[in-house]
Nanobody, 124 residues
Framework: QVQLVESGGGLVQAGGSLRLSCAAS????????MGWFRQAPGKEREFVAT????????PYAASVKGRFTISRDNAKNTVYLQMNSLKLEDTAVYYC?????????????????WGQGTQVTVSS
């Protein structure tokens, strides 16, 4: 079993920055890919970014590429999402997810574990 706890969300003005953290416990963190997803009101959950176990593979959604950076610290069992140049449309609940096995990326189809989410609100 894996427990994921997100933190770092909040209210920020457009153009500002936030760093989200996701602390994992329960299994060997370094063995699995991690990812960030988000869900805005009235919309489906969507992919934001994912990172392989060794950080070699880090694809991003087109809407955040160049503004967001995913990273991980296996010694701290934590994955991060640095969000810069935030836009109003980035407002959502952000979820951390993990997939166990040989996958190098997390998707909504292969995610085995989810965090409870953290709210990010971008104001004008």
């Amino acid at each position: 079993q894996v427990q994921l706890v997100e933190s770092g969300g909040g209210l920020v003005q457009a153009g500002g920055s936030l760093r989200l953290s996701c602390a994992a416990s329960g299994r060997t963190f370094s063995n699995y890919a991690m990812g960030w997803f988000r869900q805005a009101p009235g919309k489906e959950r969507e992919f934001v970014a994912t990172i392989s176990w060794n950080s070699d593979y880090t694809p991003y959604a087109a809407s955040v590429k160049g503004r967001f950076t995913i990273s991980r610290d296996n010694a701290k069992n934590t994955v991060y999402l640095q969000m810069n140049s935030l836009k109003l449309e980035d407002t959502a609940v952000y979820y951390c997810a993990a997939t166990v096995g040989s996958s190098v990326a997390v998707t909504t189809l292969n995610a085995n574990y989810w965090g409870q989410g953290t709210q990010v609100t971008v104001s004008s």
